[in-house]
């Protein structure tokens, strides 16, 4: 058998981490999205905390959404782009989120 290098032996550690979801209700999940908002976490970091496990801060935070071809046609309608320019839509999202963080902070 073939040794594979370090830095892919941690990647196949990676690979077999197995995602775990669970359904609360509101009275469950709420608390808890506010307390890793609180705490600067992701919900799945504030879980991890919950239960005994350890976090890493993450290199590069991130939000995320996913969008479907629909999703897509929308926002294209809405930001007046060619539903193929997936890297303009991209932008155009990526400011309108930054001005509303703005907004946001502005008025708190």
């Known amino acids: 058998m073939v040794k594979l290098p370090e830095k892919w032996q941690q990647?196949?550690?990676?690979?077999r981490a197995v995602q775990l979801a669970f359904e609360f209700n509101q009275k469950v999940t709420e608390p808890i999205r506010q307390?890793?908002?609180d705490n600067g976490l992701s919900s799945s970091d504030q879980i991890r905390q919950?239960?005994?496990l350890s976090t890493k801060k993450p290199k590069r935070?991130?939000?995320t959404v996913s969008l479907s071809a629909d999703d897509y046609q929308q926002l294209a309608e809405r930001y007046q782009l060619d539903v193929e320019d997936k890297a303009g839509i991209r932008a155009a999202i990526s400011a309108e989120i930054t001005a509303y963080a703005k907004q946001y902070q502005d008025e708190s």
């Not at 990647?11 to 690979?15: E, F, M």
């Open 50 to 52: 919950i239960i005994g």
């Open 11 to 15: 990647s196949q550690k990676r690979l």
């Open 35 to 37: 307390c890793a908002s």
């Open 61 to 63: 935070p991130r939000l």
